[in-house]
Nanobody, 125 residues
């Protein structure tokens, strides 16, 4: 399985970015997908997750109402639309896939088997 995250870059506070996570090597629709992020000097934290067919989503409180996670199983690709960006959103963002994730574990890093390489998002004030 290979995950390729893309779409990171620079944005001003209040701006938007859209991250993508493309999967190859497996059937994308069989995996729950999540985004995590790690700011410099901090531990990696949960951002958002979506179940296998996109029916259920979970968000961290810090991004709720600003970020939207989605997936296109036909394209083997997941997305994270980030609006109203803040300087504290600056981090390396990682996508992750898990084959046996249950609803209650969507926010847990240990629930995910495959990880992308990360894409850097920098938000200036």
């Amino acid at each position: 399985v290979q995950l390729q995250a893309s779409g990171g870059g620079f944005a001003q506070a209040g701006g938007s970015l859209r991250l993508s996570c493309a999967m190859s090597g497996r059937t994308f629709s069989r995996y729950a997908m999540a985004w995590f992020r790690q700011a410099q000097g901090k531990e990696r934290e949960f951002v958002a997750a979506v179940m296998f067919r996109g029916g259920s989503t979970v968000y961290a409180d810090s991004v709720k109402g600003r970020y939207t996670i989605s997936r296109d199983n036909a394209k083997n690709t997941g997305y994270l639309q980030m609006n109203s960006l803040r300087p504290e959103d600056t981090a390396v963002y990682y996508c992750a896939l898990g084959p046996s994730v249950i609803q209650s574990s969507l926010a847990s890093q240990t629930a995910y088997t495959y990880w992308g390489q990360g894409t850097l998002v920098t938000v200036s004030s």
